[in-house]
């Protein structure tokens, strides 16, 4: 690890002790320190537990589903089916399961004499917290253990209560819950009771609007007493989803264990408890140590989940060793996963309403919150999340990335579009884990091929909303909560889904060059949706066209041309390009010899039978797709967006505050959005998010279609006012493409994206569930767009365009296999490496991180050229005189040769960047190339004539190959033997240097 970077220590972390306030300066601490009846949902979201096999909400030990706490507990990938009558029609819904709940553990105190006592009630906080004294919730993000401290009273007894909770983090035995609950009587002594129980009887009501669904998912097979306490076993009633739980409770008084407590247990239908009782004393404290081993059918090597859980339990380790190795596995998340910010004087700025926000509208935000809005906490709690649903535990499991994560019930725990946002996150810091993910989708492509047969195509056709099996799990119906109606849905024609599949297979290649994967998954599952495309598209006769009809994009409240019987639009630019644009990359892969090896290649092309008029056709729509204009020369959102009216957005927002769900208002009043120029959230403007402006300009000029210099601001512009941003992913993906142009909104709605979930913006949603992809995307937008790492070139490419509020950002990642640390500032940029010769590129000038030694060097505040080298790595900038330096940075703002101040003309002037000081010069001037052997680069760059003629790549031990060298072809001895695989392979990662 770099120096700069402030990593988790390796040594074992330290438990905190209980603080006495809440400080919103400490960036590891989830903190509320007063009861919230109305938010208690939202804090049960954000306080949730997992390990990326099943999560539990931060609900309290002692309550119950009851409209103000919902506890539960969801597991990667276990769903069930039910049928529910709605109206007339019958409707089938595949809903990620609440399973039995693990938590309760409470207590009550018992008076009068031996034979005559009389039972107190069982303690649990009322919903309006009048029996509580104090309270204080403790989420410790750097641990993974959830603390909770109150103070209670009963008459004129009061009594201290702490807890300590943990879902286990472990990479051999994660099957485990551990609660440590202390009971300290402040006034009082007496005899109490203990009751720790596993509760079957739970059903999925934690979303409001379903309740007309059924919601009955279980049925407990088991409910009993075992050797070592108590078990619940429970299966899905349609899916066989089987859950065992044992529980084993231990008493301690003065850290000895107490064993004549008078246990006993209690098993009902759906319920089992164990009692245990005591005598309390005053200020003397009662530990409870609760223990729960969980497993499913659907763990490697279980048969019988009971069985299992109680073998478990029956060998556990002492609580302390299993608290040890939770927590060095989270030590060890966040060494590979912690982005580090440091903000400008330790201040983060207020934040300005967008252009749609009603400041008069109430936020559903937790108030405890809003003071000193704390960026590193919300960043570290976004990842946090991240990991707790998706862990290396996840690793060879058949799991997908639920949208709100497996946190709560909203969307029924399905698989969206959204892994295009969260997949980058796993793919720069633990690549393994989106290849699990992405495995996911290749597990149920034979599934997508029948979907696609089914609807007269070749190829792979996936659902937009995924399940367990595979299939199109989107309602035909949705739930208006405005109108209390439930309207038709067609969602299910967003076919773009299997875009955002592909393009994060290619993304991930892209980091890691991982070629074996490519050829067992990946280009199968590229090449099938590839498939699927060509056979959507159409050729119109008469504009000797492609176009693609009846599909929806990312929009989402334009399902249908406003009076259509059917559902569907024609020519979304977004879906079109993209389509585009993977069409090219796959293009890529099969013909040349880069992502897959020759032979592999070969046998890919017999097995899947690419014949060469299939190749053609693919060649002809990256020529001849349609993409519509606006009069103006604005990209049409699909064709006919231009004719729609106008939407008083003014008027909306006078008469209902928030207008972010348009769609809901405007069908309540009987109307239609598809009559409108609004968006839910960006759509075409996707483009600039998911693609470079490079990758777009190349695509349209290859269709033949203009490519203005202001075309993507003025894109930008003109849909940001027609967007209601009624997906929390709205304001992330506007906040990213608005950089360039309006640095301090772009931040502002950055803000936004990120105080979404931890505020609850949208009222009330977060509480249902988090927002995964807002939570991923917004660390993508710290790494990759402010940063500005990109790892889809043949080096590492590092250009920062840091927000004026980050002073620096720190993290580590993951590049083809070799670790590296990341520190950028406005004035500086460091990398180091756990490798021997490390090449990176900051805006555009190489350097190298050698032996362990980080690669450092000054840059200035704005775009321009970085202004210096420091002496800690080798550099390969010119050192010329300030007047020769100033030439530079004025020709390269201007877009002229370096040295003979040719204008290049929009590139009707060959040129190129030299591979050394990254100065450009034309191709007249650019003569030297020379080939880097410390990186094994075998193929020649192009260097400058300055850099050439002074001999700068000599610190870098090249050999000089350019046209100016004299004689001998013959290759240095200090150039290493290479296979003509690996040649053609680093020709190409230099070609693609070059462009």
Not at 384 to 399: G, I, M, P, W
Not at 527 to 535: K, M, S, V
Not at 713 to 723: D, E, G, H, P, W
Not at 785 to 795: E, H, I, K, L, P
Request: charged residues 25%; negative net charge; glycine residues 6%.
């Amino acid at each position: 690890m770099s120096q700069q970077h402030q990593s988790p220590p390796k040594e074992e972390p330290k438990e905190p002790a209980p603080p006495e306030y809440a400080s919103t300066k400490d960036s590891w601490s989830l903190v509320y320190d007063k009861y919230d009846e109305k938010h208690a949902q939202l804090r049960e979201a954000l306080t949730t537990l997992g390990n990326g096999i099943f999560c539990t909400r931060g609900a309290e030990e002692e309550s119950h589903a009851d409209g103000t706490h919902y506890p539960a507990t969801y597991f990667a990938g276990g769903f069930n089916r039910l049928d529910s009558k709605v109206g007339d029609s019958k409707v089938s819904n595949e809903d990620l399961v609440n399973f039995p709940n693990w938590l309760p553990l409470t207590f009550r105190i018992v008076e009068g004499e031996k034979g005559k006592e009389k039972e107190g009630d069982w303690f649990e906080i009322k919903k309006d917290g009048s029996n509580l004294l104090s309270y204080r919730k403790q989420l410790d993000l750097k641990t993974g253990i959830l603390h909770r401290w109150i103070k209670v009273k009963d008459g004129d007894k009061v009594t201290t209560i702490s807890s300590k909770r943990i879902v286990r983090m472990h990479s051999i035995n994660p099957h485990m819950g551990v609660i440590e609950y202390v009971i300290t009587p402040e006034n009082w002594e007496g005899q109490i009771e203990i009751r720790s129980s596993l509760d079957g009887s739970v059903e999925n009501t934690g979303i409001a609007r379903y309740s007309e669904l059924a919601s009955k998912h279980l049925k407990v097979l088991a409910a009993r007493e075992t050797d070592k306490g108590i078990l619940l076993v429970a299966t899905t009633v349609t899916s066989q989803f089987v859950v065992g739980m044992a529980a084993s409770t231990k008493v301690f008084v003065d850290k000895e264990e107490v064993t004549d407590v008078g246990r006993r247990v209690l098993a009902e239908q759906e319920k089992v408890h164990e009692i245990c009782s005591i005598k309390a004393q005053k200020g003397n404290p009662i530990t409870v140590e609760k223990v729960v081993s969980i497993y499913s059918n659907h763990d490697a090597g279980v048969l019988e989940p009971g069985e299992a859980a109680c073998a478990l339990i029956s060998c556990l380790p002492p609580l302390k060793a299993m608290m040890r190795t939770h927590l060095l596995q989270w030590a060890s998340l966040w060494e590979h996963s912690d982005v580090v910010l440091k903000m400008k004087d330790d201040k983060e700025r207020d934040v300005k309403d967008s252009h749609n926000h009603d400041a008069n509208h109430e936020s559903n935000h937790d108030s405890t919150l809003i003071q000193g809005f704390n960026c590193q906490l919300a960043v570290r709690l976004h990842i946090f999340h991240l990991l707790a649903v998706v862990s290396l535990n996840s690793l060879y499991r058949d799991v997908g990335v639920p949208a709100r994560g497996l946190h709560g019930e909203s969307y029924r725990g399905h698989i969206f579009w959204d892994e295009m946002f969260i997949l980058p996150f796993y793919t720069l810091h633990i690549p393994a884990i989106s290849q699990t993910l992405i495995r996911y989708r290749y597990s149920r492509l034979v599934r997508a091929r029948q979907m696609a047969l089914q609807e007269g195509y070749k190829g792979a056709l996936f659902p937009w909303q995924s399940g367990s099996s595979g299939c199109e799990e989107s309602q035909t119906v949705h739930y208006n909560p405005v109108s209390k109606k439930w309207d038709p849905d067609n969602s299910s024609l967003q076919r773009h889904v299997s875009l955002a599949i592909a393009y994060n297979i290619l993304r991930y290649y892209d980091t890691t060059k991982d070629t074996q994967f490519m050829e067992m998954y990946g280009a199968e599952l590229v090449i099938n949706i590839c498939r699927f495309w060509a056979g959507l598209a159409f050729l119109n006769k008469d504009t000797g066209r492609y176009e693609i009809h009846k599909i929806m994009g990312p929009d989402e409240f334009h399902e249908k041309y406003h009076g259509a019987k059917e559902g569907g639009l024609k020519n979304n630019t977004y879906t079109n390009v993209m389509v585009v644009w993977l069409l090219l990359k796959a293009l890529f892969m099969i013909k040349d010899d880069h992502v897959l090896r020759p032979r592999y290649r070969d046998d890919i092309r017999a097995t899947f039978d690419i014949q060469d008029d299939e190749i053609t056709l693919w060649e002809d729509l990256t020529r001849k797709m349609t993409v519509v204009f606006h009069k103006d020369g604005i990209w049409s959102q699909f064709e006919g967006y231009e004719d729609l009216e106008e939407l008083d957005w003014e008027g909306y927002r006078e008469k209902y505050g928030s207008i972010e769900r348009l769609d809901r208002i405007l069908k309540a009043e009987g109307d239609s959005p598809d009559k409108y120029k609004l968006s839910k959230q960006a759509d075409t403007c996707m483009l600039f998010f998911v693609l470079t402006t490079k990758e777009l300009q190349k695509i349209f000029q290859d269709l033949g279609y203009p490519f203005p210099d202001d075309i993507v601001q003025r894109n930008i512009y003109y849909y940001l006012a027609r967007t209601s941003h009624g997906s929390t992913l709205s304001k992330l993906v506007f906040s990213s493409i608005l950089q360039p142009y309006d640095k301090d909104f772009a931040w502002d709605m950055y803000i936004q994206a990120l105080r979404s979930d931890i505020e609850d913006t949208q009222n009330g949603t977060t509480g249902e569930g988090i927002h995964m992809a807002v939570m991923a995307g917004t660390i993508n937008a710290l790494t990759n767009r402010y940063a500005g790492v990109d790892t889809s070139r043949d080096a590492l490419h590092i250009k920062p365009h840091l927000p004026d509020a980050i002073e620096a950002v720190e993290f580590s990642m993951q590049f083809r296999g070799v670790y590296v640390d990341v520190h950028v500032s406005h004035t500086d940029v460091s990398v180091n490496a756990e490798t021997k010769k490390f090449p990176v590129f900051v805006r555009d000038i190489l350097m190298v991180a050698s032996d362990g030694k980080p690669a450092s060097t000054k840059i200035s505040n704005g775009e321009g050229h970085p202004s210096s080298v420091s002496s800690s790595s080798p550099s390969y900038e010119s050192d010329g005189e300030e007047e020769h330096t100033r030439a530079h940075h004025e020709a390269k703002l201007k877009d002229k040769c370096c040295h003979c101040s040719l204008e290049f003309e929009h590139n009707t002037h060959g040129h190129h960047t030299c591979g050394l000081c990254g100065k450009k010069q034309c191709t007249r001037c650019g003569v030297g190339k020379v080939s880097i052997v410390e990186m094994s680069w075998l193929d020649q760059i192009q260097v400058c004539d300055t850099c050439y003629k002074e001999n700068r790549w000599n610190d870098m031990h090249v050999v000089c190959q350019g046209q100016q060298q004299s004689g001998s072809k013959k290759r240095s001895k200090r150039v290493p033997r290479a296979s003509s695989m690996e040649r053609r392979q680093l020709r190409a990662q230099m070609r693609e240097s070059r462009d």
